[in-house]
């Protein structure tokens, strides 16, 4: 080594330089991320063109939009009044208007609070789930108790249905207990089967019905006395009404006055835009076929030019020449008409539908822009545009196939001259158009401030008149139905009385009847050669069999208004929107969860049979579209279960739409067991637990964490899926959709609804997919 | 040592049905027999004792019946004299006909945008996530029904495109997208070799699938000598020619034309009317069904580990070869089982055909000829029993396709 050669040793390291500009900050990033190749900076072109062609289109329309209107009419009244049709605009109005109904349906306005509730009680019901951690544990019984609850809330009723329903559940447990400590598992999972069935089946509406009748009867009396004076004071309270929404009416028929008087007053601001408007038309037309005069007139000169002079054959040509002479000669003979007759069409364009400039009424535009009387005066008068195609028109009838080719040119440059004119005219009433809507501009912002805040006057009105028509309409139910109902409890112990006597009248005909035809249901069920005296007999036990099943009904129904502790019943047609997306998605989900996991288990299991049975139970429903089923629940299900059992659409739809999400669950529990290594299945064994433990507390909290997400995304699909109970006539939000524009002030619209009707689905699975990503990422445990 | 004892050999008491393990999973079995058995029973029971007070029977003869009703969309012979199984081999063949569009639609934009989706190029990327996420979070039924309402609401009468109107026919005159439908270019067979046309195309067909398998052992020739001499010879134009020529001398042959739709008074008249149920239907199931096949393909290639692409960089190889010799093949093992479901839920989906009015077998078997014989169960039950068919060869077909690409685990 030798360091004296080393003339100089850096001991210390130089700063780093600063990275030149364009590889730092934005300019770097831009420049990675969108410029980095040809491919890129095409796709990056290309892609913020689509950008801006969809934006430009969607903007102005979306914001330049009408949120203030009763109908569309009047929306397309207040845009035109802004844009003057220059611009489309949206018509938010039928949101504005419509959006309670879109969320909740024909449920009673006065009533929201109870989905409402419900909704908010879901959350509570989900801590435990959800956040298991912070919240008391004893919370679980509440997650237990919601679906009831819920139910009830939603559809109302006796506050001891839902109890009773619940106490199904209570009844399979007690069995279980007691029979599992006498004869094993086995007989106690039978046992509590057999125990829920009987008392749902059997126990449970004697046992309501009785309590309505105890409830019902001691308060007769009261009710009759407290119906009788509500029946009698709501006609006052009704005609109240109707004079306060009369009042309202006249108060809006003012209001529309005033609207349309400042829509009057606009349109006299703008008379004189329109005048000019009227010149254009046929200013453009008369100019369209001047344009066509000169290009006949070309033709001909070309065709002329072709054969030198008028087309004809020589004398020796073929009959192919012939023909083309001929046809040649008839193109031209076509074209000198065409040539007059759109010059004289031009010409009549312009006598009959403009004035002259000076009779443009322009005063008050005038008035405000002096220059205005400028333009108009330097405008050709309407003599100077037509005595030139007059005279053209006369040149043009002169012209014929013998025309020389000069005069053609000639008259080609005079017809452009015209035209030119014509353009020049157009261009000038156009500048004379911009300068009036530019000084109407200003005239017209305060009318269209005055017509906004008068649109929104109209709008607090009308909302007003909703409120009270609504009230009106719930007096006269009530009236209506106090009435019926008064009527109904005045005929209840006759009615009562008339039972015994009918179910008398039932068993004699019984015992008349042959003793194979007692269980038939119907007449036609008759086998051929029945005499025409058993068929009558049948008929008639059937017909008195039929009555004291109506009868007994309709005391039970009476009783059970009458007896009723609790919430008024909500029909559930009245159900409807996005209440009722969310009421079967929620419910399918909740009650396909157990069902899912014990098909995922049976589809795990070694026993040949319950593994077969559960394969082609999950498959039959996987490999059928939805719709399929849910038709299956409307048309068939009375076909599948006993004669005269008939129950609710919505009850039929969740049913169905259970079973059909059950077989997507299991599916993606199958897969989350399948995940789990063979490991933790041998270690449970080697506990000694058995298999009901080793599910319980080893395998499936296990699997069911893996298979949130694929659970999560279930659900997704099953909420969007809920939009095809449409086909069976339920009102979803894309059905309630349909039902606005039925309505006469409505009928017209689409996007307004599709959008806000795709927002909001887009909001709840948007962010039910983000919370699953995230509790995916809370539960992971191990580190990969 | 231990020995291992057997089970005592007593005899055989009715407990053991219960406690012992060897017998109990046969008694659990039994009794979910039973119990399934007398589920299915009291159903059956209860449909028998309904037909038969409704005076019904359970019966196929209406199969043969005439329909009475027109199919405006038909891909074999049929006119309102023809049987309701005609009617529904019509659906059938139009449901099939839906399904295999919006399959081919669906991957192609799937692939597009799921590789587009892992592009660098951040207004690319994020613009393939608006489009993938606004389609899957709203459902599919409102996108059949915007696309149908733009269709019809949105493009012009056909009156229109007359001369001087305002709208005009796109891609050289060839196509017209009207609100009645879009007309698109026909090829028509001047002199077809058989008489009816279905059978000329079947040809047609048959000599284009023979010139693939034709190209296929051609590249499997390729193949071998590459193997053997590690030159691969050229055989790209040999393979385009055994493409084109066979099929275009059997059209010309056959005297192919195309012909163009053109505007007759109020309407276009010659080449394919594609209605908008068609289009609307279409779009909107290749579209959404396309969003989730771009989130499988996207998760298909992340599966693949960073580690192939960079083996495969440090042996040379340039990005278009590692995508296709070392990514995608390895990409398809993951995304083929998902992609081949995504097929049938897009298959089962097409039944949303009812809401634009489109003739799927929906809209035939399961919706007129249901309301007109009143044969309910039977006409769904042949529906339900078409789809799952459907469903069962499909994935028969995924599962037998699963098998061969499977990685060949120890």
């Not at chain 1, 062609?53 to 969607?58: K, N, R």
């Not at chain 1, 012939?322 to 065409?338: F, P, R, S």
């Not at chain 2, 207004?123 to 696309?147: D, H, K, Q």
């Not at chain 2, 809401?355 to 039977?378: F, H």
């Amino acid at each position: 080594m030798n360091n004296s050669e080393i003339s100089f040793v850096r001991t210390e390291m130089l700063p780093e330089k600063a990275p030149p500009a364009k590889e730092t900050g934005a300019i770097k990033w831009v420049r990675q991320n969108l410029f980095s190749g040809w491919l890129n900076i095409l796709l990056t072109v290309l892609s913020l063109f689509a950008i801006y062609s969809v934006l430009s289109l969607i903007l102005p329309w979306a914001f330049g939009g009408v949120w203030n209107a009763g109908s569309l009419t009047e929306c397309r009244e207040v845009l035109f009044s802004f844009y003057k049709g220059s611009h489309d605009g949206a018509c938010w109005a039928v949101i504005e208007d419509r959006w309670l109904q879109i969320m909740f349906g024909f449920y009673p306005p006065e009533l929201y609070w109870r989905p409402i509730l419900a909704f908010v009680l879901l959350f509570v019901a989900l801590a435990p789930i959800l956040f298991a951690d912070k919240v008391p544990g004893q919370l679980v019984w509440f997650s237990l108790a919601y679906p009831f609850l819920a139910a009830w809330l939603v559809w109302g009723g006796s506050v001891w249905l839902p109890i009773f329903a619940a106490f199904g559940f209570v009844a399979a447990v007690i069995a279980y207990k007691i029979l599992s400590k006498l004869a094993g598992p086995i007989v106690a999972n039978l046992g509590a089967l057999a125990a829920a069935l009987i008392w749902w089946g059997m126990l449970m509406a004697p046992i309501s019905d009785g309590l309505h009748k105890m409830v019902g009867s001691s308060r007769f009396d009261n009710t009759v006395a407290t119906l009788n004076a509500r029946t009698d004071e709501l006609p006052a309270q009704v005609a109240a009404e109707d004079a306060l929404l009369e009042a309202k009416q006249a108060e809006i028929a003012e209001a529309v006055a005033v609207k349309n008087e400042i829509l009057i007053e606009m349109t006299g601001i703008r008379i004189e835009e329109f005048g000019i408007e009227e010149q254009f038309e046929a200013k453009e037309v008369a100019l369209q076929r001047l344009d066509g005069a000169s290009e006949s007139v070309s033709d001909l000169a070309d065709i002329l030019d072709e054969w030198g002079g008028a087309p004809a054959a020589a004398s020796d040509a073929s009959e192919v020449d012939i023909a083309k002479a001929q046809a040649a000669a008839e193109t031209a003979e076509d074209l000198v008409g065409d040539i007059g007759s759109l010059l004289s069409g031009a010409l009549s364009d312009l006598a009959g539908d403009t004035v002259d400039p000076s009779e443009l009424l322009v005063p008050s535009a005038s008035q405000a822009d002096p220059s205005i009387l400028e333009d108009v005066s330097s405008m050709v008068s309407k003599a100077g545009l037509e005595d030139p195609i007059a005279a053209l028109i006369a040149r043009a009838e002169s012209v014929t196939t013998e025309t020389s080719e000069a005069d053609l040119k000639d008259l080609q440059a005079d017809i452009e001259t015209a035209s030119a004119a014509l353009g020049a005219n157009i261009e000038a009433l156009q500048t004379v158009h911009d300068k009036v809507i530019a000084t109407n501009a200003d005239a017209l912002v305060e009318p269209q401030a005055r017509l906004l805040d008068q649109t929104a006057i109209l709008t607090a009105l009308r909302d007003d008149q909703t409120v009270i028509s609504q009230s009106k309409f719930r007096l006269e139910t009530e009236l209506s139905e106090g009435n019926s109902f008064l009527s109904s409890l005045q005929s209840l112990n006759e009615r009562e009385a008339s039972l015994p006597i009918l179910q008398g009248r039932v068993d004699e005909l019984k015992a008349e009847l042959p003793r194979n035809m007692r269980n038939l249901i119907a007449v036609n069920q008759l086998p051929e050669g029945t005499s025409s005296a058993d068929e009558r007999l049948l008929s008639e036990y059937l017909g008195a069999k039929n009555d004291v099943l109506s009868v007994s009904a309709s005391v039970n129904d009476t009783y059970g208004e009458l007896g009723r502790v609790g919430l008024l019943p909500i029909d559930s047609r009245k159900i409807g929107g996005f209440m009722l997306a969310l009421i079967i998605g929620i419910a399918g989900i909740v009650l396909s969860l157990p069902l899912g996991i014990l098909l995922a288990l049976g589809r795990q299991s070694h026993l040949f049979i319950v593994n077969k049975i559960c394969v082609v139970f999950i498959e039959v429903i996987r490999g059928v579209p939805l719709i399929v089923w849910l038709f299956t629940a409307s048309l068939l299900l009375n076909y599948f279960l006993p004669p005269g059992t008939n129950f609710d659409l919505v009850l039929r739809v969740i049913i169905m739409v259970t079973l059909f999400a059950a077989a997507y669950i299991a599916e993606v529990i199958r897969g989350g067991l399948a995940a789990l290594p063979t490991g933790q299945y041998e270690g449970a064994d080697s506990l000694g637990l058995s298999y009901w433990q080793s599910m319980q507390l080893i395998i499936l909290p296990q699997a069911m964490k893996i298979s949130i997400p694929g659970i999560v995304n279930t659900f997704i699909g099953l909420f969007k899926d809920t939009t095809l109970v449409l086909f069976i006539g339920l009102f979803d939000p894309i059905g309630l959709a349909g039902a606005i524009r039925a309505d006469t002030a409505w009928n017209g619209i689409y996007w307004e609804l599709f959008i806000f009707i795709g927002l909001l689905f887009f909001i709840f699975c948007f962010s039910m997919g983000r919370y699953s990503l995230h509790l995916e990422k809370k539960l992971q445990r191990e580190h990969r | 040592m231990t020995t291992l004892t057997d089970p005592p050999k007593g005899n055989f008491r009715l407990s053991q049905l219960i406690y012992d393990t060897r017998y109990r999973s046969i008694t659990i079995q039994v009794i979910a027999m039973i119990l399934v058995l007398l589920g299915i029973f009291w159903l059956v029971n209860n449909t028998i004792q309904n037909l038969s007070a409704l005076g019904k029977d359970f019966d196929f003869g209406f199969l043969s019946q005439p329909a009475g009703y027109d199919i405006n969309q038909r891909l074999v012979e049929y006119t309102s004299q023809s049987s309701h199984g005609r009617a529904a081999i019509v659906g059938i063949l139009n449901t099939l006909l839906i399904a295999f569009l919006g399959c081919i639609l669906a991957t192609i934009l799937g692939v597009v945008v799921g590789v587009l989706r892992l592009s660098k190029n951040w207004v690319v990327s994020r613009m393939m996530a608006v489009y993938v996420e606004g389609f899957r979070n709203v459902p599919l039924l409102l996108w059949i029904i915007a696309i149908f309402a733009l269709m019809t609401e949105g493009m012009a009468q056909p009156r229109d495109f007359k001369v001087g109107g305002d709208a005009s026919m796109i891609l050289g005159d060839s196509v017209a997208v009207t609100n009645r439908g879009v007309y698109v270019p026909g090829v028509i067979l001047e002199n077809g070799l058989f008489g009816s046309a279905v059978l000329n195309w079947l040809l047609i067909l048959a000599v284009l699938i023979a010139s693939i398998v034709c190209i296929r052992i051609l590249s499997r020739r390729a193949d071998h000598i590459q193997e053997s001499t590690g030159v691969r010879p050229t055989t790209w134009y040999q393979q385009l020619a055994l493409l084109i020529v066979p099929v275009g001398l059997v059209l010309i042959l056959m005297g192919a034309q195309l012909q163009f739709p053109y505007l007759k008074g109020f309407n276009f008249t010659d080449g394919i009317h594609l209605r908008n149920s068609l289009i609307a239907l279409w779009l909107a199931l290749s579209l959404y069904t396309g969003a989730f096949i771009a989130e499988i393909v996207r998760s298909g290639i992340l599966a693949i580990s960073k580690g192939q692409s960079e083996a495969a960089a440090a042996l040379g190889m340039r990005p278009s070869r590692t995508m296709n010799l070392v990514i995608l093949p390895q990409a398809m093992r993951v995304i083929i089982p998902p992609l081949i479901s995504q097929f049938l839920n897009l298959t089962k989906n097409s039944s949303l055909a009812i809401a634009v009015g489109y003739m799927d077998v929906r809209s035939t078997l399961g919706g007129i000829t249901i309301n007109q014989t009143g044969r309910e169960l039977e006409g769904i039950l042949l529906m339900a029993l078409f789809y799952l068919v459907l469903s069962l060869v499909i994935s028969g077909v995924m599962n037998v396709y699963n098998n061969r690409t499977q990685l060949q685990e120890r």
